[in-house]
């Protein structure tokens, strides 16, 4: 059933993929790297319960941090123009 | 009498067959759907249900240990954080002027750029807005 899963996750990104080639605006563009981010966690960790060593999941928690964090940065450059560092009054 | 581990595989199982069921509809949808404000139910799909349903099902294969921990702390974690950034994305594309498909308006004003057969519909749905307010 792991590997059904894996199979899946992997559909999924590709179907994913495509959405992020075809993309009409940049949103959709972020919207599809979100959701293949949130697939890359599910599918360490599943290939970690595959494989037999369930360590794995550490390292799909911190994936799971960096893609919240990175959507984030991507939104905020896309709504001020800038990621914090220059206040936006100084510019204009 | 059952055996726990027989009973404990079929629901794991089927935990992570409703997961799959729930990515491989949600990755249809953000194929298909045709706006942002669409595709992002589907992206919320992906996010909730399918993370959430798989990450149960090897929670439940797994049983008591720390590996158990870390998945359910990813699993509240994707629950609270992927509602907040698909929102943020919504709210960020409204800002900038993505406008629905359906309505041809952008902060209740007709929208100057659209195709052809477009005008009509945004001079209707302007005018009914107008009188209404």
Redesign the interface.
């Known amino acids: 059933?792991?590997i059904?899963?894996l199979c899946?996750?992997a559909?999924?990104?590709i179907?994913?993929l495509?959405?992020t080639a075809l993309g009409t605006?940049a949103?959709?563009r972020?919207?599809?790297v979100?959701?293949i981010g949130?697939?890359i966690?599910?599918g360490i960790?599943?290939h970690g319960?595959i494989m037999g060593r369930?360590?794995f999941?550490?390292i799909?928690?911190l994936y799971?941090?960096l893609n919240?964090i990175g959507?984030?940065a991507v939104?905020k450059l896309?709504?001020t123009g800038s990621l914090g560092d220059k206040p936006p009054s100084r510019k204009s | 009498m059952i055996e726990t581990g027989f009973l404990i595989s079929v629901l794991s199982g089927a935990c992570i067959a409703v997961g799959v069921v729930a990515l491989l509809v949600g990755s249809l949808g953000l194929l298909r759907l045709p706006d942002v404000y669409c595709r992002i139910h589907a992206v919320g799909m992906i996010d909730t249900a399918g993370a959430s349903f798989i990450i149960l099902g090897m929670a439940i294969h797994e049983g008591f240990s720390i590996v158990t921990v870390k998945l359910l702390l990813i699993g509240v974690f994707l629950f609270f954080t992927s509602p907040i950034a698909t929102h943020a994305v919504a709210q960020v594309a409204f800002k900038c002027g993505v406008v629905p498909v359906g309505r041809n308006m952008v902060n209740g004003a007709p929208l100057q750029k659209t195709s052809k057969s477009a005008p009509k519909l945004a001079s209707k749905t302007s005018v009914k807005t107008r009188g209404a307010s």
Do not use: G, W, Y
């Open positions: 059933m792991m059904v899963a899946a996750c559909v999924s990104m179907m994913a495509v959405r605006t949103f959709d972020v919207l599809a979100n959701a949130t697939l966690i599910l960790a599943l319960f369930p360590e999941v550490d799909s928690l799971a941090i919240f959507t984030f939104l896309f709504s």
